[in-house]
């Protein structure tokens, strides 16, 4: 075995490869995370249903159209563009782009040229959607909080921020100007959780 091969081996078998990434040689998570990692999936995936469920029940819109009319209520002029919409609420502009023509056909939002670049489009709230906007969020908080909020105490609720941060690397959306102002918010450094 040349120097080289011995290298390779001996990173392979300290866990470490090439690029000095850890390399697995035997299971991928330890129990702890494979629980954080399920526990968050399974928890959002629960979320998100029982809120959509909701969501129809209380005005007959899904939850990301509910989301939709949020964002743009929340907006300057309550539009946003399009590309931002889709962004903020699916992952594929066509389907934020499906999501805005429905709620275009329910006379909800327009969609408009921007002035300043004619290929960009705007979606704008309509008074009718002004209207039904205060009955999906009204409708929103209150399963945010039956489904998900109430469940957590005040500390838990601060963790979670902390760890959304910190996981987004600081790029989780900071709240609108209809959020209230945050409380306190509590030591969570490893030091202080001992």
């Not at 702890?32 to 005005?59: F, I, K, N, T």
């Amino acid at each position: 075995m040349d120097s080289a091969q011995a290298s390779v081996a001996a990173s392979q078998s300290t866990g470490v490869g090439n690029e000095g990434a850890s390399v697995s040689t035997a299971d991928s998570f330890t129990p702890r995370e494979l629980a954080a990692w399920r526990g968050l999936l399974e928890v959002h995936a629960y979320v998100l249903h029982e809120l959509d469920v909701q969501m129809r029940a209380a005005h007959g819109l899904t939850l990301s159209q509910s989301e939709v009319l949020i964002i743009l209520d929340d907006a300057p002029g309550q539009r946003a563009r399009m590309a931002e919409l889709a962004k903020e609420v699916l992952p594929s502009s066509s389907g934020g782009t499906s999501l805005v023509a429905r709620l275009e056909t329910l006379g909800y939002v327009t969609r408009r040229a921007a002035t300043d670049d004619r290929r960009g489009l705007y979606a704008e709230l309509t008074a009718t959607g002004q209207q039904v906007v205060r009955v999906a969020r009204a409708a929103y908080q209150e399963g945010v909080r039956s489904v998900f909020l109430d469940r957590l105490r005040a500390a838990d609720q601060v963790a979670l921020s902390v760890i959304s941060t910190r996981v987004s690397g600081g790029h989780v959306r900071a709240p609108t100007q209809r959020d209230p102002p945050p409380g306190p918010v509590a030591d969570t450094s490893p030091r202080a959780c001992r």
